[in-house]
């Protein structure tokens, strides 16, 4: 069975700062592994995803993730944090050659960026 | 550029009454999809579609049900209307069968 999870209900950060939202996972086999975001009564909006390839993915508004096959990880990081960048963000994952039906969300991760 | 589009955005219902929520894409997107988001659960897909006059369930498929008659607009219907079924709905597309999701702005929906 699929699964994704986000072990920190809420990430606290300065402004400036570097911040890292973690994400893990199980699938069987090689796994597609996306995050989004969402800024309040908002919809989600797509951040960057990893398919095959490098390591490291870059994404829009200066976020990146790594991947790492041999921890099942996938951390959202950015290197130095914004008080906008304040939302809740989603990581998730199916398995490679599964159906868009079996992509999983993880329960969300709410950044919160101080001044 | 409208995207992914939901209507209504706000509705409140009593136990027993039935309601359609409506979602347009204008992306030509292949995929659509429906999920509810409830506190500290994430999202739970409903149904979804992998083309126009295709449905299939998702994780949490009781209770609704959906069609695609054309390929731009994806209906949830709610037949029966329960108070669990309270929640925010997002309707979302894909191109294609690994492409990311576009969401709409969601629909708040109250059962009372």
């Not at chain 1, 960057?48 to 951390?75: M, P, R």
């Amino acid at each position: 069975a699929q699964s994704v999870a986000q072990p920190e209900d809420q990430v606290n950060v300065a402004e400036g700062n570097p911040l890292t939202v973690k994400c893990t996972y199980s699938v069987s086999g090689n796994p597609y592994l996306f995050w989004y975001v969402q800024y309040p009564n908002r919809g989600l909006q797509f951040l960057l995803k990893y398919i095959t390839g490098d390591n490291l993915v870059k994404g829009s508004y200066g976020f990146e993730a790594e991947f790492n096959k041999s921890q099942t990880s996938f951390h959202l990081k950015k290197p130095s944090a914004l008080v906008s960048d304040s939302a809740l963000y989603f990581c998730a994952v199916r398995a490679f050659g599964g159906s868009q039906g079996n992509l999983i969300f993880g329960k969300g991760t709410k950044l919160s960026v101080k001044p | 550029n409208a995207g992914v589009t939901q209507t209504p955005k706000f509705r409140v219902l009593k136990t027993g009454q039935s309601m359609t929520l409506l979602c347009a894409q204008d992306m030509n997107h292949e995929y659509m999809y429906w999920y509810r988001q409830d506190p500290g659960m994430g999202l739970r897909l409903i149904h979804y579609s992998v083309g126009e006059g295709t449905t299939a369930k998702g994780e949490v498929p009781d209770g609704y049900n959906v069609s695609r008659l054309k390929k731009q607009n994806f209906l949830l219907g709610l037949e029966s209307a329960a108070p669990s079924q309270t929640s925010v709905y997002f309707c979302a597309s894909s191109m294609t069968n690994t492409g990311e999701l576009f969401f709409g702005e969601g629909s708040r929906l109250t059962v009372l």
